[in-house]
């Protein structure tokens, strides 16, 4: 199972990017998805996540500028980024619980977003 994220750029304060990222391999199902972050001499922390029936929850600095979404026939979760501020900086990680086998987190190997005037 590998999961490849994509969306990542340098962005102007204020800003919008939308990050993607498909999971590919022997995926016989999956549950949550999520993301989460990790800025440069911080600890990853989480970004917002999807259950798989919909329901969402957000990091409290994220709430109101971030969205997530997923389309299961993708096997593909979103974040739809708005209002980016100088602190979203950080190498952005997409996390899935699948089934391949046995229910596992398989986890993205991220993407940088840099926000930037």
């Known amino acids: 199972v590998q999961l490849q994220a994509s969306g990542g750029g340098l962005v102007q304060p204020g800003g919008s990017l939308r990050l993607s990222c498909a999971a590919s391999?022997?995926?016989?199902?999956?549950?949550?998805m999520g993301w989460y972050r990790q800025a440069p001499g911080k600890q990853r922390e989480l970004v917002a996540e999807?259950?798989?029936?919909?329901?969402?929850n957000y990091a409290d600095s994220m709430k109101g500028r971030f969205t997530i979404s997923r389309d299961d026939a993708k096997i593909t979760v979103y974040l739809q980024m708005d209002s980016l501020k100088l602190e979203d900086t950080a190498i952005y990680y997409c996390?899935?619980?699948?089934?391949?086998?046995?229910?596992?987190?398989?986890w993205g190997k991220g993407t940088l977003v840099t926000v930037s005037s």
């Open positions: 996390k899935m619980r699948i089934l391949s086998g046995v229910f596992t987190d398989y």
């Open positions: 391999g022997r995926v016989f199902g999956f549950k949550d």
């Open positions: 999807i259950t798989s029936g919909g329901r969402t």
